[in-house]
Structure formats: C-alpha cells, structure tokens
C-alpha cells in the first residue's frame, strides 16, 4: 500500500500536477482517502515523507577511501548527480513547495547529518584535519540542495569546488 502511495504522488509530481489532494492520490493508488488522512493529516506531510524517502535512501552508504578529501569528494559527487535528476529534482521542489512554516528537524537533514558525521569520524580516527559537520553541511549540502532548488548549475564539477573550500577551511 505504501508502495502504491509513493508512486502516486510521485506521478502526480512528475506530470506537473497543480493540486495533489488526498482524494486524487486515493483514486491513483487504489485506497480510501480516509487512509491517507488517518496516517498524515494533510498533503504537505505526504510530500514531505515521499521526498524524503526519495532523496535520502535507506542503507545508503558513505564512501570510505581512507582519505578525506576522496570521501567527501565522492560524496558530494555521488548526491549532486542523484538530485539533478530530472525527477529528483522534482521531488526536492515539490519537498520545498510543501513547506509552509519554519521547522526545527529536516529528516533530508538529519540524513545528511549522520552521513556527514561518519565522514569526519573516520577522518579523524585516521589523524586527518577535518571541517565540522555544520561546515560539511553548510558549504557543501546546502549549496547543492539550493542550487537545484533554484535551478543552478548543481553538476559534479560544482561539487568538488565545494567540497575544496571546506577543505581549505581547515588546511
């Protein structure tokens, strides 16, 4: 069922829809809209939990090449090319649309976070200089996330810059 919910509003997402509404998400996934209403209360919940799991997945690994530069590089690599897909992008501008009030957690945060801070862990077991996560996420993820909610250049090439001027504020 849940499955069926995802794709739902990922249809709807990528087709451009003006107005998702449980009823229409119910119809598409084949459920009652009371359903829908029981479990997240309103449509921008849904959106923001669909994004979510569309831009951050489960299991999802962070590279460890011994090195900190290569694995923040990989990194960034690997997240700029997943949100500049076509209908990640998509996903990322509706996640965003569906904010209507400052929140104190993000889960895509959050995410990003732990990824962040087992970088650095391991960094600095090996003895390596390393930036903070905030820094991390701040000079690195933001920009990236901005830049494809914006619809700037948010290619590889973007990234590595980056990932050079946080490394840069720790040399």
């Known amino acids: 069922m849940l499955a069926a919910i995802y794709t739902s509003v990922g249809e709807l997402v990528g087709e451009g829809a003006e107005k998702i509404s449980f009823p229409v998400i119910a119809e598409r996934a084949g459920i009652n809209p009371t359903t829908l209403y029981r479990r997240w209360g309103d449509v921008n919940a849904l959106l923001e939990e669909v994004a979510v799991a569309v831009l951050t997945r489960d299991g999802e690994s962070v590279p460890d090449t011994g090195s900190l530069e290569q694995d923040l590089t990989e990194w960034a690599d690997v997240i700029a090319r997943d ?89």
């Open 83 to 171: 949100i500049t897909r076509p209908e990640r992008v998509r996903y990322l501008r509706a996640m965003v649309s569906a904010r209507v009030e400052i929140v104190s957690i993000c889960p895509v945060t959050e995410r990003r976070r732990e990824q962040a801070s087992e970088i650095v862990r391991r960094a600095g077991e090996r003895g390596e200089a390393t930036p903070t996560v905030p820094q991390i996420l701040d000079h690195i993820i933001a920009p990236l996330y901005y830049h494809v909610v914006f619809a700037l250049d948010a290619d590889p090439a973007y990234a590595r810059r980056l990932v050079h001027d946080v490394l840069a504020m720790v040399r």
